[in-house]
């Protein structure tokens, strides 16, 4: 079962836009990490945010978490028509704090 | 490093046929992890070793799939025999020391029919 949920399913937006992604989760965590899947590929780390941390950026990526209510979201800023992927957030699901459960993803679609 | 590397990228075999799926993780990596893909059910994880060893295998959907890792540079996914709703990519992935980033692989898509 999964322990992140994206929000939205699919999103579609112009370049130069913001492009905002959710995730909603269970049980409490020590870090809560973002990967993108281009399509027909492997899933690639973006990002990992720690329980104790409340925003990270990474270049164009902003990352937050809110613990209080177990969410993160994901924000693109100017986004470009590379950056076309679905996106997920993984959790660690086992209490050794070693295997990652993924939602579902967010499709991002940016035209030109 | 040239990644984690999987083989086949695609496979396509008829019911009942045995199908094995190979994975090289990333040198130096500890843990390595089998996910199985699809629209319905998403990612899920099959199984995870660590230093060779299957550590949690409870993801693993029935007896007809199993897996080792007889060294730190190779693994397989076995499916003895197939059926179409296994059809699925599969993907491995590499990691150091447990959940702090995974690499991934390309995947392995897989049709049964």
């Known amino acids: 079962s999964q322990q992140g949920e994206e929000d939205p399913q699919a999103l579609s937006i112009q370049e130069g836009e913001n492009a905002t992604m959710n995730c909603s989760y269970k049980t409490s965590i020590n870090n809560l990490q973002w990967y993108r899947q281009n399509s027909g590929r492997g899933l690639v780390h973006l990002i990992l945010?720690?329980?104790?941390?409340r925003e990270k950026h990474s270049g164009r990526l902003r990352v937050t978490l809110d613990t209080s209510k177990k969410s993160s979201s994901l924000l693109i800023t100017a986004s470009r028509a590379a950056d076309t992927a679905s996106y997920f957030c993984a959790t660690v699901y086992n209490q050794a704090g070693t295997a990652l459960i993924f939602g579902k993803g967010t499709t991002l679609s940016v035209s030109s | 490093d040239a990644g984690v590397i999987q083989s086949p990228r695609h496979e396509v075999t008829e019911m009942g046929q045995e199908v094995t799926l190979r994975c090289k993780p990333i040198?130096?990596?500890?843990?390595l992890f089998w996910y199985r893909q699809t629209m319905m059910r998403g990612l899920e994880l099959l199984i995870y070793f660590n230093n060779n060893v299957p550590i949690d295998d409870s993801g693993m959907p029935e007896d007809r799939f199993s897996a080792k890792m007889p060294n730190a540079s190779f693994s397989t996914l076995k499916i003895q025999p197939s059926e179409p709703r296994d059809s699925a990519v599969y993907f491995c992935?590499?990691?150091?020391?447990?959940?702090?980033?995974?690499?991934f692989g390309s995947g392995t898509r897989l049709t049964v029919v």
């Open positions: 040198s130096g990596h500890d843990y």
């Open positions: 945010i720690r329980s104790n941390e």
């Open positions: 992935a590499s990691s150091y020391r447990g959940a702090r980033g995974y690499t």
